[in-house]
């Protein structure tokens, strides 16, 4: 994992944890490649 999905995976963690939904959170990184978002969610354990 890249040093940036390091840190988008942190973002994506903090704001689901404040309420919002990972669609809504991941909307607004629309330069993820499918492959990247798999990623997120298996680091944080999102099952698809």
């Known amino acids: 994992m890249t040093a940036m999905?390091?840190?988008?995976c942190r973002v994506?963690?903090?704001?689901?944890?404040?309420g919002e939904s990972?669609?809504?959170v991941l909307d607004?990184?629309?330069r993820l490649t499918p492959e990247e978002?798999?990623?997120i969610k298996a680091?944080?354990?999102?099952?698809?």
């Open 12 to 18: 994506v963690e903090r704001r689901t944890k404040e």
């Open 28 to 30: 607004d990184y629309p």
């Open 37 to 39: 978002v798999s990623e």
């Open 5 to 8: 999905l390091r840190i988008v």
């Open 43 to 48: 680091e944080l354990g999102m099952v698809e």
């Open 22 to 24: 990972l669609e809504q």
